[in-house]
């Protein structure tokens, strides 16, 4: 069986020296020693003077959006994952869909203005499959219409924009580290900021707002994360350049086999350093894709409709936005098989899969 991801496993007697310390100290949660040297060494990894690690990267996008206070509209992209949007209609703001770029699948800046109107307050973009949005100028119509920007960095780690990790953009970013991402800590996720007084309140809203013993300084939420995470994360960061280095080496191979099949590749922003988070590939129309899925299924293959559906087409968000770029690449889009113990050999058999349902 060869499913769309597997989640790394570092060495397990390197977890459990890390464990052995959690005994011994009898300190499970709340701001413990690991947690506080696993934001350590992402901030040394990751080049970035402030970060917050959370309990999952929805909880990060609810506690961005309070952070900054955010109401009334938001302009978002309809190709994410459904928590994107989910956090908007959870914080009591309106998700405005946006179409999205044919060949970068990120947020299309040209289409914003047009769907800026006096309750707009902030642009929630997603940097799609770890390929960055296009930032400079998403800033630059924020700052013209005073909007705020977060950005959804769920696939962004070890993917860079200028030099500069992707995760420093924005007013705020988020990041998930779920068990299916490239890094994880089991489950978890990370809030970015340049600005220490927004890093000062999201560290209050994730510790249900306590400023001091029994002194509150915001409403607050549990956004906390454990010890047992970090003991993960602290294990998986050894390997961050071999696992970021294995998903190069597959994705090139992959594209390399997938050439002269008619397909669409992502096109990736030249100012970017990818971290090769996925295999996206796009097929001609629907009717091929959910062929190829068969074929592939049948052969024990297990790729991943990825976005699918667009959001703007789910009922719950009552969207009157058509989103037709979207629409048509979440269609014809699948995710196929990538994780740091998939083989050349897994690789040359599912784009023989992919071939021989496509011509038959
Ligand atoms: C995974 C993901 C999230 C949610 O992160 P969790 O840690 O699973 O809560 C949000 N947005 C995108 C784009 C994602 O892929």
Redesign the pocket.
């Known amino acids: 069986m060869i499913p769309v991801t597997k989640p790394f496993l570092p060495p397990k007697e390197e977890v459990y020296q890390l464990l052995d310390q959690v005994w011994e100290r009898q300190w499970l949660t709340n701001n413990g020693p690991l947690v506080n040297e696993f934001e350590d060494q992402l901030k040394k990894y990751l080049g970035l003077p402030h970060l917050l690690f959370v309990n ?6 609810q506690i961005a959006i309070k952070a900054l206070g955010l109401s009334g509209e938001i302009i978002t992209t309809p190709f ?2 459904i ?2 949007s989910n956090c908007i209609v959870w914080e009591g703001c309106k998700p405005v869909f946006v179409d999205i770029c044919a060949d970068s699948f990120n947020l299309d800046p040209s289409l914003i203005e047009a769907a800026i109107t006096p309750a707009t307050t902030a642009i929630l973009a ?1 940097h ?1 499959f770890g390929n960055p949005c296009a930032i400079d100028e998403i800033a630059k119509i924020a700052t013209k219409h005073k909007l705020k920007v977060i950005y ?1 960095a ?2 962004c780690f070890g993917s860079s924009y200028q030099n500069q990790s992707v995760f420093a953009y924005g007013d705020i970013s ?1 990041t ?3 068990a ?2 490239l890094f994880h800590t089991v ?3 990370g809030l970015f900021s340049n600005s220490v007084a927004l890093i000062e309140k999201m560290a209050f809203l994730r510790n249900f707002g306590y400023n001091g013993p029994h002194t509150f300084a915001e409403v607050g939420i549990n956004g906390k994360n454990s010890e047992f995470h970090a003991a993960m994360g602290l294990a998986n960061i050894k390997y961050i350049d071999e696992i970021l280095d294995k998903r190069k080496s597959l994705s090139n191979y992959y594209r390399g086999q997938l050439q002269d099949m008619g397909l669409q590749f992502q096109e990736l922003n030249t100012h970017s350093n990818y971290n090769h988070s996925y295999m996206p590939v796009v097929f001609q129309d629907s009717a091929s894709t959910s062929k190829v899925v068969e074929a592939l299924e049948a052969n024990h293959i297990f790729p991943r409709r990825y976005f699918y559906p667009s959001l703007n087409t789910i009922p719950l968000f009552n969207a009157s936005e058509s989103c037709q770029v979207s629409e048509s690449i979440a269609s014809r889009i699948l995710c196929l098989p990538l994780y740091h113990t998939l083989t050349p050999a897994d690789i040359d058999f599912i784009v023989l899969t992919i071939k021989q349902s496509l011509s038959s």
């Not at 999952?56 to 996008?61: F, H, Q």
């Open positions: 999952n990267g929805t909880l990060a996008l994410s994952f928590a994107t997603t799609v959804d769920a696939h988020i998930s580290f779920h299916t991402k489950e978890g996720g």
